[in-house]
Every structure is written in C-alpha cells, then in structure tokens.
C-alpha cells in the first residue's frame, strides 16, 4: 500500500475517534445534569452558580451556618479561589483561613479523612464547618461553613447527608466542568473532522489511482474522478447508473472476480489483487486493486479499496518475460554449456545444456563449484586457473579441459571464460562446447589421412600438385616411377621439364585463367622421362586449393597400354566394318539374284493363272505360286531383320482403318483357316475410333506373323484376334491387339527363346511344322521400334496368347504433331503408255504379258540408254525402270531425265530432244531386286518417285502405277 493510501486510511480512523469523543461528552453531560438531583428550569439550564446555590440550600437544610463559602482549584495554579460566599458579614477573613488552614496542613488532613471536620478559626470567635468537595475520581476544593453559636454540635446523621449533598455537588460541578471542557473538545473535534472530511473529499476527487466503494452483487456505490476516467466512462454517475454487473461488463474473464470476492470473503482484504479489465470502448486493461470488506451501520457488506492502471506495467511485465523467455531459449538452444559463477566459483546461472552434458539436475548444481568438476585432474584444474586469470587480466580465456560427469565419467570440453561486473562484483561467464565428436572427427580424420597419404603413394597413377608457375610442391611415388626421377629432384623441377612441347602447360595455364572449382578437365600429351624415353599420357587437371593458395591437383596416367590397345581395337573395328560392309554387299547381290528369277517365276505362275488350266493345272500354279512367295517371305525376313538391327528401319504413319485391317487378315487366312477346319474369329472393338494414325504397314506385318504362326500351329480349335482400347490420353490411344489359339503351345522353358533369331522349339530332323525362325523375332522388334510392348502366356497342350499393346494417334494429334497422312483412296485405273527397263527377259516377258492384260501399252528397254532414246523419240505416262543393267544402270538413267528436265525448266522453253507430253517431271517406278536397308531412299534420292521390291505382285504394282498417274 502507498503513502497517500496510508494517510487517507489514517485520517479515516481519526475522524472515526473524534466522532466517537463527541458522542461521549453528551452522554457524560446528561449523565451530570442527572446528579443530586439539581432541577431546573428547562430555559434556565444548569451551571457552577446554580449547583453552588442549590448547595447551600441543601446545606441550610440540614445544618444552621452564618456563613457558606466554597474554595474551588484553580485549573492554572492549582491555587484556591473563592467561588461563592453568602452575604452574611464574618469578622475573620475567609481567605486567610483557608491559608492557615494550609499552612498548617489540616488542609491535607481534612482531604484525607473525607469527611466533615469542625474546628475553631483563628481568633476562636466562631467555629469552621470543613469539609473536602471532592469525587471519587479527583478533588475539586473545599466547603467552608461558619456556624451559628447557637450551634452545639452537629448529628452524625446531618454530617453524613452534608457529605452525599457536598458528594453530589462535587460530581455536578465536576460533570458541569467536564461538558464545558467536552463542549469546547467537541466543537474542535468538528472544526477538524470538517476540515479531514475536506481532505478527504479533495484527495477523493483529485487522487490519482481509482477510489470506490461497491457490492458483492457488482454494483458500484461510488467512485472517484480518476477510477471514471481509467475505465473510459464519462462521470461517476453515467458509470453508477450503467453498470450494474461489475463480473460481466468489465471482467475479460469474469470467474476472476470470484476469485477476488472469495479472498475478501475469506480474509476481509484483498491486496495487488490483479485483473484484466474491459473498457467502455472496449479496449482491455490491465488494473490492481487493495480492497476491504466493512459493514455499514445498517450491517451491509461493501467493498472499498483503490484501483491502479497497471497496463503499461504488464506490457513491461510481459516484454521482460518474453525477453527473458527469449534469452533463455537462446541460452538453451546454444550449442554448448553456458553458465554464470560468482567470484567464490559457486554457479549462479545455467541452460539447459549444461544439465543434459553434466548429468546433473538443477537441485544438484545450484551452487555447486566450478572446480568440482575437475577433482583429481591437475592438468584440467590449472588450465581452467589459467584462463581464468587470462580472464580477469584481458577479459577472455581458453582453455581445453576434461570435466567430470555425473556417475565418473569425463568430456572433452572447449572452455571460453569471459569476466564483467554487475555493481563493482566480478562475475564470469564460461563457454563450454562439448568437443567429443570434434575429437572423434581429429581421429578419423588422421586415419583417413594416413590412409589418403598410402593411397596416394600406391594409387596406379603419378599424383602431382604444382602452383600457378607450374613449380611441384607434392609428388607421389609412381610419379617419380613413371618419369624415372626421385621424389627430390621432381620437388625442384616443373611442369616444362618433363612435357618440351608445351602442350601441358599451355593448357594448365589456359585452365588458371579460366578457373572454375567446380570444373575438372583431361589433356593427353607425350612427357619425357629421365632417361630420355618418351611415353603417351592423359593427365587430368583439378583445381584445389592448399593453404588458402589456388593450386593445381594433375594426375598422371602412363597411357601406352592404353594407346596400343586403342590401335588393335580401331584395326578390329576397320576390319568388322570391311567385312560388315562385304557381307551387306554379299547380301544385297544374293537378294539381287534371288530375287530375280523369283520374280520371273512368280511372274510367269501369275500369267499362268490368266490361262483356261484344269484343275491339275490349277493346282501346279498355286504350288509353284506358294513356293515361290515362301522363298521371298524368308528373303524379306532376313532383309527386315537386319534392317531393324542396324537401327535403320523408319517407322512410316498413315492412316489405319481397323474394319479394313480387319478384313485384310481375315481375307488372307480365312481359306487357309478352312482348310485346315478351324475356326477364325476376327474382332474389333466398337469403343475404338474408326481410323487411327500409325505405321499401317508394319501392324499388317505384326498380325501376319502372329495369325499365320497361331494358324500355324493349331490342328483343331480356333484362332481369335482381338484388337480392343486400352487406354487414352491426351498423347495418344495405347491399342492392344491380341492373336489366342488352341493350338499346342510352347513349354515354359522355352518362351524366352522364341523371339531370338533362327531359334525354333522344334530343334531336331523330325519337324511338323516348316519356318525359319523369324516371324517372332521381327515381331518383337517391330513392336520396340514403335514403343510398344509384347507379352506371351502359353500352356502347353492348350493354347498361347499374344498381346501387342502400341500407342496410336488421332487424326487430331496427328495434325498437330504436323505429320503429313497418306492417302488409301485410288482412282479408277486408267490406259497408260509405260516404258519398261528390264535387261532380264524372264522378268520383262511376264510382267509386259501382266500389264498389257490389264489394258496398258508397254514398251520395253534392255538399258538405261535405251530408255533415253525411247523418251525422245515416243511419248509416256511412266517409267518402270530396272536398277542394275548393263550400258547404263537404273540410278544412271534416272538422273539423266531429271537433269534433262531441270535444263529444260531453266530454258523456259521446249527441249527439242523432249516430246512435248514430256516437259513435266514423268513418274518414274524403281522396279528392282536391290532391298536391302537403304536401297530405297538411295533410289529416291536418283529421282524417281516410287520403289517396289521384287519379287512384285500384279495387285501391287498396279496400286503403284495408280497412286501415280490416276
């Protein structure tokens, strides 16, 4: 509590007293106006001269006396005065009797006797009446009564009743004193409660903390000035009349002022008590409050008490504790021991570290020693005594120790000890990092120093570092075996010494200037050993840096070995190429040559067949037929088996119709199916677009292979294929096509062989079923090139199914990827004028005999030569032109017509030498037995527009002249 609180309680009680001192003086006044009964009148009143006379009245009553006087002290000298005196004349003076009567101590006597005494005056001419006025509680004078001579003596009975009358005389004038002396207190005591209620009022209306009163219901009574204005209300009665639940309207948490209430319940008083108040704005506040619970006169319970705006206090409160908070979880969070000790070394403060580290809990270390921790190591306790003087004399030591832990065991600790003072008091702060793992780290470190330092002198390379002058400061052992030198005489050579053509250090120092530590590069050059020799190495330079220097770490690798294996392998590789080279060129001759009398027979059966033939006959053709188109299969296979190998086969989009698809495999293996009574069931799911964009061809290749495989090798059951939707995004459709049979399937062990090359199941002379060994292969590696994806489930005795699932386009994606689609649509065939080159009469007979059935007129050519000479003299559609003749070949004569047609552009007129149906580009047709990889696009690249490989069916070529000329 403060002062002005103090001294406001204070002059409440002494206002309380004077109040309670007034009352008593008007008790103590009635009661005297009371005594001896001394009526009067009511406007009369009583005082000293009508208690004295009545007295007297009293006292001729009871006894006959000339004279009545009575001697009251003085309240300043104590001496007596002469109060009242009858009028009656006595010859002696009073006065000097009663100083006689002093004098003589008779005084004193009769004041002890306490009751009356008659004695003689002085001249003994009459006798004195004495007798003390006095109270109980204090003397007030003496009565003095002169007696009548007449008067003999004086009854016991009237001496009595003269000492009740003088008795209550006393207590009256005493009473009477006691109210004048009362009257005069009380209207002081009025004087200064107005003047402490003035006070009072002043410091309540003008104090600065809240004052007030109030009820435990919530209810204010009153309050001051400044408790209004802390609270944000306007005047003491606007904050009376409306608030009339304090717990509700101005609580932030109201069970709060239960909790005030139950103290001042429980104990009458309530002090610091502290609170989060709402404002009439509604801002919060934080206040505290010294309250009292009194009772009224009435017996209500009230509060009064003081009220302080302690906000800016709980925002200091709270910012301190945050900082505090904040400075201890830094503390804590520091990545080592932290702690405070006084000048006695006793620990004062500590985070949270130190206990985890030590193994001590805060009780244990609360002013514990610093140096207990270090009992029995000399070495630790004197480095820490050191830094601690290095401390006190430069402000900061170090030291490394090893403190004792709880339970014996010691930590290696780096200790910062640091010196200040608080208030001329030296205290330290010690640092302490826990350096177990630092320690560990120095011993793995010089394990794996050494083992870098073996592993560089036994590392198959020389290891040199050299600075930017090209100077070595470090070399290993092979280096020095590498180049002949000791390790000595390399330490003072350089980089120019050992390479005379400069190469390495042009290159080291292009590689300074250009430094990048994150870049490492290779250099071959011929260095010179001691002895002369020179030997090919690779030397990879790395920029480091050692000792704060940029330096330059080269390995050296001695690469003679290398080099000379290098040759043997670029000499293997020209020989695998030249013999890859004469086994493509032996293959395209073979393919040639093959080819050429296949497509005579072929040619010669399909003329044939346009024959009247018997049945016999009939039967003749389709087996040479057969034959024939088997022997061309097997070519073509071999052909697009190493076309795909080589990586060279391009995957060619155009547009796919699926029910044509369809159609196509059914139409092909339907009678084949029949013959054989199976069942061949050919669907296509009504979920996939119509067409598609994707290599037609190579699918029609896929489903060829499998549906003739799976017809192939089933005597009895069916054969389905099923081409369904997989999945769509926004790339593409994932389409699978599935070929299942009931045929005798494969053993489990033996699925993985029937993609590779020449590799059948049946792998002896007694073999049921013909082939080569090449469809599943070239399936398989048709599906990779169009990243697609085959999978086989086979059970032997039962059947085998296939699934190839390939990712297609739609027109949409199709157009804009920006790949152009070839058309299927042809028109209708018309009569054309073709020019034949063909030097071989088998082939030319039978497909001249082939075209001119079909309504065209064909002119042959033997030559290249000839056909320029056709062109001059006659006019054509097209050309079908033959590759390898003699005079002048197939590419030869090509070349020639487009050049003559370039030359005739450029003129802008005819060329004599040209008919004039000539002057456009004529499409010229590659009819050829050249097929190997490459041979198209080399014929293209001649001039011509189209290429059929031969053996040629009638239906294709046709197709060709037709895509062309229609």
């Given at each position: 509590?403060?002062?002005?609180?103090?001294?406001i309680?204070?002059l409440?009680?002494?206002?309380?007293?004077?109040?309670?001192?007034?009352?008593?003086?008007?008790?103590?006044?009635?009661?005297?106006?009371?005594?001896?009964?001394?009526d009067?009148?009511?406007?009369?009143?009583?005082?000293?001269?009508?208690?004295?006379?009545?007295?007297?009245?009293k006292?001729?009553?009871?006894?006959?006396?000339?004279?009545?006087?009575?001697?009251?002290?003085?309240?300043?000298?104590?001496?007596?005065?002469?109060?009242?005196?009858?009028?009656?004349?006595?010859?002696?003076?009073?006065?000097?009797?009663?100083?006689?009567?002093?004098?003589?101590?008779?005084?004193?006597?009769?004041?002890?006797?306490?009751?009356?005494?008659?004695?003689?005056?002085?001249?003994?001419?009459?006798?004195?009446?004495?007798?003390?006025?006095?109270?109980?509680?204090?003397?007030?004078?003496m009565?003095?009564?002169?007696?009548?001579?007449?008067?003999?003596?004086?009854p016991?009975?009237?001496?009595?009743l003269?000492?009740?009358?003088?008795?209550?005389?006393?207590?009256a004038?005493?009473s009477?004193?006691?109210?004048?002396?009362?009257?005069?207190?009380?209207?002081?005591?009025?004087?200064y409660?107005r003047?402490?209620?003035?006070?009072?009022?002043?410091?309540?209306?003008?104090?600065?903390?809240?004052?007030?009163?109030?009820?435990?219901?919530?209810r204010?009574?009153s309050?001051?000035?400044?408790?209004?204005?802390?609270?944000?209300?306007?005047?003491p009665?606007?904050?009376?009349?409306?608030?009339?639940?304090?717990?509700?309207q101005?609580?932030v948490?109201?069970?709060?002022r239960?909790?005030?209430?139950?103290?001042?319940?429980?104990?009458?008083?309530?002090?610091?008590?502290?609170?989060?108040l709402?404002r009439?704005?509604?801002?919060?506040?934080?206040?505290?409050?010294?309250t009292?619970?009194?009772?009224?006169?009435?017996?209500?319970m009230?509060?009064?008490?003081?009220?302080?705006?302690?906000?800016?206090?709980?925002?200091?409160?709270?910012?301190?504790?945050?900082?505090?908070?904040l400075?201890?979880?830094?503390?804590?969070?520091?990545?080592?021991?932290?702690?405070?000790?006084?000048?006695?070394?006793?620990?004062?403060?500590?985070?949270?570290?130190?206990?985890?580290?030590?193994?001590?809990?805060a009780?244990?270390?609360?002013?514990?020693?610093?140096?207990?921790?270090?009992?029995?190591?000399?070495?630790?306790?004197?480095?820490?005594?050191?830094?601690?003087?290095?401390?006190?004399g430069?402000?900061?030591?170090?030291?490394?120790?090893?403190?004792?832990?709880?339970?014996?065991?010691?930590i290696?600790?780096?200790?910062?000890?640091s010196?200040?003072?608080?208030?001329?008091?030296?205290?330290?702060?010690?640092?302490?990092?826990?350096?177990?793992?630092?320690?560990?780290?120095?011993e793995?470190?010089?394990?794996?120093?050494?083992?870098?330092a073996?592993?560089?002198?036994?590392?198959p390379?020389?290891?040199?570092?050299?600075?930017?002058?090209?100077?070595?400061?470090?070399?290993?052992?092979?280096?020095?075996?590498?180049?002949?030198?000791?390790?000595?005489?390399?330490?003072?050579?350089?980089?120019?010494?050992?390479?005379?053509?400069?190469?390495?250090?042009?290159?080291?120092?292009r590689?300074?200037?250009?430094?990048?530590?994150?870049?490492?590069?290779?250099?071959?050059?011929?260095?010179?050993?001691k002895?002369?020799?020179q030997?090919?190495?690779?030397?990879?330079?790395?920029?480091?840096?050692?000792?704060?220097?940029r330096?330059?770490?080269?390995i050296?690798?001695?690469?003679?070995e290398?080099?000379?294996?290098?040759?043997v392998?670029k000499?293997?590789?020209?020989?695998?190429?030249?013999?890859?080279?004469?086994?493509?060129?032996?293959?395209?001759?073979?393919?040639?040559?093959?080819?050429?009398?296949?497509?005579?027979?072929?040619?010669?059966?399909?003329?044939?067949?346009?024959?009247?033939?018997?049945?016999?006959?009939?039967?003749?053709?389709?087996?040479?037929?057969?034959?024939a188109?088997?022997?061309n299969?097997l070519?073509?296979?071999?052909?697009?088996?190493?076309?795909?190998?080589?990586?060279?086969?391009a995957?060619?989009e155009s547009?796919?119709?699926?029910?044509?698809?369809?159609?196509?495999?059914?139409?092909l293996?339907?009678?084949?199916?029949?013959?054989?009574?199976?069942?061949?069931?050919?669907?296509?799911?009504?979920?996939?677009?119509?067409?598609?964009?994707?290599d037609?061809?190579?699918?029609?290749?896929?489903?060829?292979?499998?549906?003739?495989?799976?017809?192939?090798?089933?005597?009895m059951?069916k054969?389905?294929?099923?081409?369904?939707?997989l999945?769509?995004?926004?790339?593409?459709?994932?389409?699978?096509?599935?070929?299942?049979?009931?045929?005798?399937?494969?053993?489990?062990?033996?699925?993985?062989?029937?993609?590779?090359p020449?590799?059948q199941?049946?792998?002896?002379?007694?073999?049921?079923?013909?082939?080569?060994?090449?469809?599943?292969?070239?399936?398989?590696?048709?599906v990779?090139?169009?990243?697609?994806?085959?999978?086989v489930?086979?059970?032997?005795?039962?059947?085998?199914?296939?699934?190839?699932?390939?990712?297609?386009?739609?027109?949409?994606?199709?157009?804009?990827?920006?790949m152009t689609?070839?058309?299927?649509?042809?028109?209708?065939?018309?009569?054309?004028?073709?020019?034949?080159?063909?030097?071989?009469?088998?082939?030319?007979?039978?497909?001249?005999?082939?075209?001119?059935?079909?309504?065209?007129?064909?002119?042959?050519?033997?030559?290249?030569?000839?056909?320029?000479?056709?062109?001059?003299?006659?006019?054509?559609?097209?050309?079908?032109?033959?590759?390898?003749?003699?005079?002048?070949?197939?590419?030869?004569?090509?070349?020639?017509?487009?050049?003559?047609?370039?030359?005739?552009?450029?003129?802008?007129?005819?060329?004599?030498?040209?008919?004039?149906?000539?002057?456009?580009?004529?499409?010229?047709?590659?009819?050829?037995?050249?097929?190997?990889?490459?041979?198209?696009?080399?014929?293209?690249?001649a001039?011509?527009?189209?290429?059929?490989?031969?053996?040629v069916?009638?239906?294709?070529?046709?197709?060709?002249?037709?895509?062309?000329?229609?």
């Amino acid at each position: 509590m403060n002062e002005l609180e103090q001294r406001i309680l204070s002059l409440e009680e002494e206002n309380r007293f004077l109040r309670e001192e007034k009352r008593r003086s008007v008790d103590a006044l009635e009661m005297a106006a009371c005594l001896g009964r001394f009526d009067a009148r009511p406007e009369a009143g009583i005082d000293r001269g009508f208690v004295l006379r009545e007295t007297a009245k009293k006292v001729r009553n009871l006894i006959k006396c000339k004279v009545l006087s009575f001697f009251l002290v003085d309240s300043t000298d104590n001496g007596f005065q002469r109060s009242y005196c009858t009028p009656e004349d006595f010859g002696p003076d009073l006065d000097a009797e009663v100083d006689q009567l002093i004098q003589d101590h008779r005084f004193a006597w009769i004041l002890r006797r306490g009751r009356p005494v008659v004695v003689p005056s002085t001249d003994r001419s009459s006798k004195l009446l004495l007798h003390a006025l006095a109270t109980p509680s204090r003397i007030r004078g003496m009565f003095i009564g002169v007696l009548d001579k007449e008067v003999a003596d004086i009854p016991d009975v009237q001496l009595s009743l003269l000492s009740i009358v003088l008795l209550s005389s006393a207590s009256a004038l005493e009473s009477i004193e006691t109210y004048e002396h009362m009257s005069k207190l009380n209207k002081e005591l009025e004087k200064y409660a107005r003047e402490t209620e003035r006070q009072y009022q002043e410091i309540f209306e003008n104090a600065p903390i809240g004052i007030f009163q109030s009820t435990p219901q919530g209810r204010y009574l009153s309050v001051n000035p400044e408790y209004v204005r802390i609270l944000g209300f306007q005047d003491p009665e606007e904050m009376i009349d409306s608030v009339t639940d304090i717990a509700t309207q101005l609580y932030v948490r109201p069970e709060e002022r239960e909790i005030y209430k139950e103290q001042l319940n429980t104990s009458g008083q309530s002090y610091n008590f502290e609170a989060e108040l709402r404002r009439k704005d509604g801002n919060t506040i934080w206040v505290s409050m010294n309250t009292r619970a009194k009772r009224t006169q009435d017996g209500r319970m009230i509060y009064e008490g003081f009220l302080s705006d302690i906000t800016q206090r709980k925002h200091a409160e709270h910012a301190l504790m945050y900082e505090q908070k904040l400075n201890q979880a830094i503390s804590d969070s520091a990545p080592g021991m932290l702690f405070l000790y006084d000048p006695e070394g006793r620990l004062v403060r500590w985070n949270k570290n130190l206990e985890y580290l030590s193994g001590y809990s805060a009780e244990e270390l609360a002013g514990m020693q610093v140096m207990d921790w270090y009992i029995g190591d000399e070495q630790s306790r004197k480095a820490v005594q050191d830094a601690i003087a290095m401390a006190i004399g430069e402000g900061l030591g170090e030291a490394e120790t090893y403190p004792q832990i709880k339970g014996g065991g010691k930590i290696p600790v780096y200790l910062r000890i640091s010196r200040f003072a608080i208030e001329d008091k030296q205290y330290f702060v010690g640092v302490g990092i826990d350096i177990s793992r630092l320690k560990k780290t120095e011993e793995q470190l010089k394990e794996v120093s050494d083992r870098l330092a073996v592993i560089l002198e036994n590392i198959p390379a020389g290891v040199v570092v050299h600075d930017m002058d090209g100077q070595f400061i470090f070399v290993n052992e092979n280096a020095c075996r590498i180049s002949g030198y000791s390790r000595r005489e390399l330490m003072t050579m350089a980089v120019t010494d050992l390479d005379q053509s400069a190469s390495l250090s042009q290159e080291a120092v292009r590689f300074w200037h250009e430094l990048n530590y994150d870049e490492s590069r290779s250099v071959e050059t011929r260095l010179i050993r001691k002895d002369g020799t020179q030997y090919p190495a690779e030397i990879r330079l790395n920029p480091i840096k050692m000792n704060g220097e940029r330096v330059l770490l080269a390995i050296v690798f001695d690469i003679t070995e290398r080099k000379m294996t290098e040759q043997v392998i670029k000499d293997a590789r020209f020989a695998a190429e030249a013999a890859n080279k004469s086994k493509s060129e032996f293959l395209a001759n073979m393919s040639h040559e093959i080819r050429t009398p296949i497509n005579g027979i072929m040619g010669m059966m399909q003329l044939l067949e346009t024959t009247s033939l018997d049945n016999d006959q009939k039967q003749y053709v389709q087996l040479t037929l057969s034959s024939a188109k088997r022997l061309n299969r097997l070519l073509s296979d071999i052909l697009d088996l190493s076309r795909v190998e080589a990586g060279k086969m391009a995957v060619l989009e155009s547009e796919i119709n699926f029910t044509e698809l369809r159609d196509s495999v059914a139409g092909l293996f339907s009678i084949n199916a029949r013959n054989k009574g199976i069942e061949l069931i050919c669907n296509v799911d009504q979920a996939l677009p119509p067409t598609l964009i994707g290599d037609e061809t190579r699918i029609r290749q896929i489903l060829f292979n499998l549906v003739g495989n799976a017809l192939k090798f089933t005597k009895m059951g069916k054969v389905c294929l099923e081409v369904g939707l997989l999945e769509s995004t926004s790339n593409g459709l994932r389409v699978r096509f599935t070929v299942q049979d009931t045929g005798i399937g494969i053993p489990e062990d033996r699925l993985t062989d029937i993609f590779e090359p020449f590799r059948q199941v049946e792998g002896n002379y007694t073999r049921y079923y013909q082939g080569a060994g090449l469809g599943l292969a070239i399936v398989q590696r048709l599906v990779h090139l169009m990243d697609g994806s085959i999978e086989v489930q086979s059970d032997l005795g039962k059947g085998t199914r296939v699934e190839v699932a390939l990712w297609l386009k739609t027109g949409q994606q199709a157009s804009q990827s920006g790949m152009t689609m070839s058309s299927g649509k042809m028109t209708k065939p018309r009569r054309l004028r073709i020019l034949m080159a063909e030097d071989e009469p088998s082939n030319s007979f039978a497909t001249k005999k082939l075209l001119e059935n079909a309504g065209h007129v064909v002119t042959l050519a033997e030559d290249g030569r000839e056909v320029l000479g056709l062109l001059t003299a006659q006019e054509f559609d097209c050309i079908l032109m033959d590759i390898q003749m003699p005079v002048m070949n197939g590419i030869e004569a090509a070349r020639e017509i487009r050049r003559l047609e370039d030359e005739k552009g450029k003129l802008g007129g005819e060329n004599p030498n040209i008919p004039a149906s000539q002057h456009s580009r004529i499409p010229i047709i590659a009819l050829t037995a050249y097929a190997m990889l490459g041979d198209r696009e080399k014929f293209l690249q001649a001039g011509m527009n189209d290429y059929l490989a031969k053996p040629v069916r009638m239906k294709d070529l046709e197709l060709a002249i037709n895509r062309l000329c229609g």
